[in-house]
């Protein structure tokens, strides 16, 4: 297999998960000491360890079980996502770019999970909205969104992507599309 046409693809991981560990080494070295507001009532850098998985699932599961879970699961993704990545036809753009923010996200996790036993989240976002008009509260129990890092908007964005491009696909005019290129390149051949 020819890597050299992959290169833009490894280079976006590869900028993807030094993005999020230098954000996270930022985060870590003091600058958090206390809350950073960015937009009041909404969005603020706190610093906070997640020992779970996504949105703090698995976090009361005792170790050693939950270590080796949240290290040997991600592993295991990581590998089948590098495989993904690298079979992906090459004008296949939007997938090879939601695998690659995927792949830089979950190995800067997993690089955290390694060294620290956490994950570090620093992006708080909230609605700091009036008891009396506070809906959200009352219908989902609360009015933050777990605190997230660079890593997991990789992930997040990459698997709106690749969801994207599986309801475009289910379009009757992408579908026709398809088949019509797909009949030419059949006729192509014979």
């Not at 990545?85 to 923010?101: G, M, Q, T």
């Not at 994950?119 to 219908?139: E, M, R």
Request: hydrophobic letters at 50%.
């Amino acid at each position: 297999m020819n890597l050299k046409p992959r290169i833009p693809d490894m280079l976006l991981v590869l900028a993807w998960f030094v993005l999020d560990q230098a954000s996270k080494a930022w985060a870590v070295s003091g600058a958090l000491s206390r809350p950073w507001p960015l937009i009041p009532a909404s969005l603020r850098l706190t610093l906070s360890h997640n020992t779970g998985a996504l949105f703090g699932f698995m976090s009361d599961v005792p170790d050693p079980w939950r270590s080796i879970a949240l290290i040997a699961l991600p592993i295991g993704a990581v590998i089948i996502i590098t495989v993904l990545l690298l079979r992906v036809p090459l004008p296949e753009l939007r997938v090879r770019l939601a695998l690659a923010l995927i792949l830089g996200g979950a190995i800067g996790n997993l690089v955290d999970r390694v060294l620290h036993g956490y994950v570090v989240d620093f992006i708080d976002v909230y609605a700091g909205l009036p008891p009396a008009k506070d809906w959200l509260i009352s219908t989902f129990g609360t009015n933050r969104w777990p605190t997230f890092n660079v890593a997991d908007m990789g992930l997040c964005c990459g698997a709106l992507l690749l969801l994207s491009e599986v309801l475009l696909d289910m379009l009757p005019s992408r579908r026709a599309k398809s088949e019509t290129k797909e009949c030419q390149g059949a006729s192509d051949t014979d």
